[in-house]
């Protein structure tokens, strides 16, 4: 373990080229430790960005090698090829400086998606019941764990192709919604993400659930919103 | 596509439902086919069993309105994807080209069927 790595890390905007750091190769090393070596002992001027380091926030998601993964929770060992990596900002995203990216559209589209919880009773009332073997429970608990990191959206080539495409994660956040059945909103909500932006342009190929850190499957969440709306009379002007 | 999302949300329906239909028509197209050829093949063959066979006619007209109504909503998604095409532009191309699947297809039916 005494080796370096070679690192090559984006810098610029969208126009930009790779930089190539030495780093040292440590034991139980993840991507997010060599990125901060770098920022710390080599270049202070290299943005990224970071909180929890233990795969909570989904704040740390870069492409590596490639491929959009968490970086606090990818060790090393697990994704460089011959001692090398290469590490770029997250794609189908703007670009703000070197591997931090613009994520403010990413999110519009959850609230576009209606990923927000509306309840219809107030702290007088009585806790609803909701049985945890229930249909609609588990299909929540499938895809709740969701910690917004964008590598789903990043690693979607409907979101490339259709800019307007509300994308993965919001889309697997409205199918959680859809499934509580405490919110008031289940109906705007089938409208708002219907069509062509929303889940009936998913080609269900799934590289979404192949490369979320979380093991969720929002591709099923699509495919449960279109069953739904096959069977939901939509709004002539919805 | 474009239109409103209702209609988008149908159109998404209609391809799946002609894939289902599609999928069964090619299944016995492809069974109508092996038994056919066993033995060789001529027109003259093809058209004494096709010529003023009813059945024939409606399982291949079903064959054919089921492929103009797949094919064209596949290719606005092809257009719009790659292309970058949208609106109107789509439309009119996709139309004209399930027209074109319709026409050819319902002739070719019409010319082994009837007499
Ligand atoms: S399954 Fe749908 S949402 Fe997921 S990557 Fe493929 S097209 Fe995108
Ligand atoms: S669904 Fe998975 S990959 Fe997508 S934002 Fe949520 S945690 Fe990240
Ligand atoms: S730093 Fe929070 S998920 Fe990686």
């Known amino acids: 373990m005494t080796s370096n790595l070679k690192v090559k890390v984006w810098r610029g905007r969208e126009e930009g080229d790779f930089a190539t750091y030495e780093v040292p190769r440590l034991e139980s090393q993840t991507v997010l430790d060599v990125v901060t070596y770098i920022q710390r002992r080599v270049d202070p001027s290299l943005s990224y960005r970071y909180a ?4 909570m926030c989904g704040s740390c998601a870069m492409t590596v090698n490639g491929v959009a993964r968490w970086t606090c929770r990818t060790h090393v060992s697990k994704v460089a090829k011959d001692g090398r990596l290469e590490i770029a900002p997250l794609s189908n995203l703007p670009v703000v400086k070197d591997l931090v990216t613009d994520m403010s559209e990413f999110f519009d589209k959850w609230a576009r998606a209606l990923g927000r919880f509306k309840g219809g ?28 990191c964008g590598a789903c959206y990043a690693s979607c080539d409907v979101v490339s192709w259709r800019p307007e495409y509300l994308g993965p994660a919001a889309l697997n956040r409205a199918w959680t919604l859809v499934n509580d059945v405490r919110d008031t909103q289940r109906q705007e909500r089938l409208g708002a993400v219907a069509g062509d932006a929303g889940c009936h342009a998913c080609h269900t190929l799934a590289t979404c659930t192949e490369r979320c850190p979380k093991q969720l499957a929002p591709t099923a969440g699509i495919a449960g919103l279109k069953r739904l709306l096959a069977r ?3 709004e002539a002007e919805a | ?46 058209l004494a069993r096709t010529q003023g066979s009813w059945a024939f006619g409606a399982f291949y007209t079903v064959f054919v309105l089921a492929a103009a109504v797949h094919a064209p909503i596949g290719l606005a998604r092809i257009a719009e994807e790659w292309l970058g095409w949208r609106g109107l532009k789509v439309t009119v191309a996709t139309h004209l080209f399930g027209l074109l699947l319709l026409v050819t297809g319902l002739r070719a039916v019409y010319g082994v069927v009837v007499p």
């Open chain 1, 121 to 148: 009773t107030s702290r007088k009332d009585d806790f609803a019941r909701v049985k945890p073997e229930s249909l609609e429970r588990r299909a929540v608990d499938a895809g709740i764990e969701c910690i917004g």
């Open chain 1, 52 to 55: 929890c380091r233990v795969g």
């Open chain 1, 232 to 234: 939901t009379k939509l």
């Open chain 2, 1 to 46: 596509m474009n239109g409103s999302v209702a209609t988008q949300a149908r159109l998404w329906l209609w391809q799946r439902v002609s894939a289902m239909v599609l999928g069964v028509c090619v299944l016995v197209h492809l069974a109508v086919i092996i038994h056919a050829v066993r033995g060789g093949l001529s027109a003259a063959e093809i």
